[in-house]
Structure formats: structure tokens, C-alpha cells
């Protein structure tokens, strides 16, 4: 067996060990990184409740909002409104007020929005409580009812086509009294 110098001996040891270099450390690093960001991202997704859109099929031609019941009582009057803040093919609306017994008591007849156009109706105590062949009010102290919104299309209509809201007014004044929580629509 041969001996070499001793600096020959170190510089075999040298070439054999391998010299790190800083860059691929700090690219290994970052890759490692990216990868954990990742596998947190896939994991917390999947604890993450989904929203599911509404299924929209040919049939959604149609939505109907059906509000809470209110009272209005002499003095009030309950105002309804429809704002259109998307581009949906044209079609009539409706605003029909319906008493305790489900019998339509006022509507609005049919209208039509363009997108970014908002309609209301008032409808007063008196038109609410119904009135007798003398034109008195069947009922003296209040009026039970519940708006109906109804939009129609010659198209699909999307998720939440229109924004309804139903207001209890002062009648002399107008001033808002009570603001009534807009419901889910009904797509049909």
C-alpha cells in the first residue's frame, strides 16, 4: 500500500465531502415551504363549508319573495319596494298583499325594472284593512297582512334576481317605523 504526502492525503478528504451550497438550501427551503402552505390550504379547504348555488334550470323562469307577516294599524301604511340591480331578460313584477286567510287584498298590478331601477307601492291602512259597502274598515284596530313579490322572466333568472323590502310608514309623516328582513326567494 502506498502512502501519499499528508496535503495530498487532506485534498482527497476535501474532494470527497461535498461543499453545500447556500443557494440550493435556501431553494430547498422555499420548496418545502411552498409545499406545507399547500398541503394546509387542501386541508383547511376541506373543512370549509361549501355554498352551493341555487340549481338553475330552465324552469327558474320565476321567484317569489314571501315576507312575515305585519300589522299596520290607522296612521301606517306599509311600503314595498323591488330594486333590479341585475341584467335579467325582461319580465313583469307583482306586489300582492295577502291577508290572515291567504286572500289577495291589494296588488301592485304588473310593472317592469330596468337594471338599476327601484319601484315601490304604498299601501295605506285603510286599502289594508279592508272596508265595508259603507266604506268603513271591516277591521278598526289592524291590519294582518304579508307581501308577496313576484318576478317573472322570459329567461333563467339567477340566484337572488332582485332586492325587495317592505317598510311600515308613518302615514303623515313617512317616516320608516319598522324595516321587515328580506326572505330567501323561491325560484319555480
Keep these: 500500500m502506498r502512502l501519499l504526502p499528508a496535503t495530498a492525503q487532506l485534498k482527497l478528504a476535501e474532494a470527497g465531502r461535498r461543499r453545500r451550497d447556500p ?4 431553494k430547498k427551503v422555499t420548496l418545502y415551504s411552498w409545499l406545507t402552505a399547500a398541503c394546509v390550504a387542501i386541508t383547511l379547504a376541506a373543512f370549509v363549508p361549501q355554498r352551493h348555488a341555487l340549481a338553475q334550470t330552465a324552469e327558474n323562469s ?3 319573495y314571501s315576507f312575515q307577516s ?3 294599524v290607522s296612521g301606517q301604511q306599509l ?5 333590479l340591480p341585475k341584467q335579467l331578460p325582461p319580465g313583469p313584477c307583482r306586489i300582492n298583499m295577502i291577508d290572515t286567510f291567504g286572500n289577495v287584498i291589494a296588488t301592485s298590478g304588473d310593472f317592469t325594472l330596468t337594471v338599476g331601477q327601484t319601484a315601490y307601492f304604498d299601501f295605506p291602512w285603510s286599502e289594508l284593512a279592508g272596508l265595508d259597502i259603507n266604506g268603513n274598515p271591516v277591521n278598526q284596530l289592524r291590519a ?3 307581501a308577496v313579490v313576484l318576478i317573472s322572466s322570459r ?5 337572488g334576481p332582485c332586492m325587495p323590502s317592505v317598510e311600515i310608514l308613518d302615514a303623515g309623516t313617512l317616516e320608516t317605523k319598522a324595516l321587515v328582513t328580506p326572505p330567501q326567494p323561491e325560484l319555480f
Design 70 to 72: 305585519v300589522g299596520v
Design 144 to 146: 294582518q297582512v304579508r
Design 155 to 159: 329567461g333563467q333568472l339567477p340566484p
Design 23 to 26: 443557494m440550493m438550501t435556501i
Design 62 to 64: 320565476s321567484a317569489r
Design 79 to 83: 311600503r314595498v319596494s323591488v330594486s
